[in-house]
């Protein structure tokens, strides 16, 4: 039932741009911090950008990776459902495989099970 669906990916030159989207059903989602994770060929998985649900005193705020701050901006659209990373001034390292995340917010704690996407790949190539 609880579906995360990611697309967008795909090729694109160094310093281009590419905008994922990640579809949610199944879940209340505006209770749902809403992530984007990658992973390279051969690295760890790790956290690219996280907006918080959008509820409470810091609802809707965001965070980045280092790497990609000021280049990576994640968003959401409650009426949609949908999470998204504009992407811009890719580079060869960002290529890898996007993957949308989401997990319930209470106050300052996450609880409950993870909900993650398949993946989309990104390949950033001349």
């Known amino acids: 039932q609880v579906q995360l669906v990611a697309s967008g990916g795909g090729l694109v030159q160094p310093g281009g741009s590419l905008r994922l989207s990640c579809a949610a059903s199944?879940?209340?989602?505006?209770?749902?911090?809403m992530s984007w994770y990658r992973q390279a060929s051969g690295k760890e998985r790790e956290l690219v950008a996280r907006?918080?649900?959008?509820?409470?005193?810091?609802?809707?705020?965001?965070n980045y990776a280092d790497s990609v701050k000021g280049r990576f901006t994640i968003s959401r659209d409650n009426a949609k459902n949908t999470t998204y990373l504009q992407m811009n001034t890719l580079k060869p390292e960002d290529t890898a495989v996007y993957f949308c995340?989401?997990?319930?917010?209470?106050?300052?704690?996450?609880?409950?099970?993870?909900?993650w996407g398949e993946g989309t790949l990104v390949t950033v190539s001349s």
């Open positions: 995340h989401g997990r319930r917010r209470l106050s300052s704690i996450l609880i409950g099970p993870d909900y």
């Open positions: 199944g879940f209340r989602f505006t209770d749902y911090d």
């Open positions: 907006v918080r649900s959008s509820f409470g005193l810091a609802g809707g705020q965001t």
